[in-house]
């Protein structure tokens, strides 16, 4: 009896994650690319490093840190890469009207394999402190993305 529970409970297990262990993405179309005049862009993959640039025309400061999430397209659905270490937890701002050239090596992740992937990077809008008159990183969470092509 023991051993058919356990058998069970392992099929289920295998059918809800999938045999590669994979995990789903968490975002939804609808609450990326949000934010009118914040990008992602000019994806250029050289060997195992890929550069894209993070621009900001929105008319206020955005502020973001170092984490970029990474995701593979399979049969229609985007699933996490997994990074191999966790990202810093500085935080950087970016002024209106500017531009950002960033590089991340692809390295820094698990199974990285040929196809449709995409960058997401999460990132905040500038709030007011009245208690200590200054702009800072608001507290609402806004996530912008592009899509590109891997070769391996």
């Known amino acids: 009896m023991k051993k058919s ?37 000019r994806v250029v993959q050289d060997g195992n490093m890929l550069t894209y ?3 900001n025309y929105a008319g206020e400061t955005m502020w ?3 984490e970029i999430r990474l995701e593979t397209e399979k049969r229609g ?10 990202f810093t937890a500085e935080i950087y701002g970016l002024s209106s009207g ?10 820094s ?15 905040y809008l500038t709030e007011y402190n009245e208690l200590r008159k200054m702009e800072e990183p608001g507290k609402e969470m806004y996530h912008v993305s592009c899509e590109f092509e891997i070769k391996k």
């Open 5 to 41: 529970a356990a058998a069970l409970l392992l099929l289920i297990l295998l059918l809800t994650m999938g045999c590669t262990g994979q995990v789903r993405s968490s975002f939804e179309e609808k609450d990326l690319n949000t934010v009118p005049g914040i990008a992602l862009g």
């Open 98 to 107: 500017s531009e950002k050239g960033m590089r991340l090596n692809l390295g």
């Open 64 to 66: 973001y840190g170092a």
């Open 77 to 86: 659905e985007w699933y996490k890469v997994q990074p191999v270490a966790d």
């Open 109 to 123: 992740f698990k199974d990285m394999k040929s196809g449709t992937h995409r960058l997401i990077k999460t990132f």
């Open 53 to 55: 640039t993070l621009s």
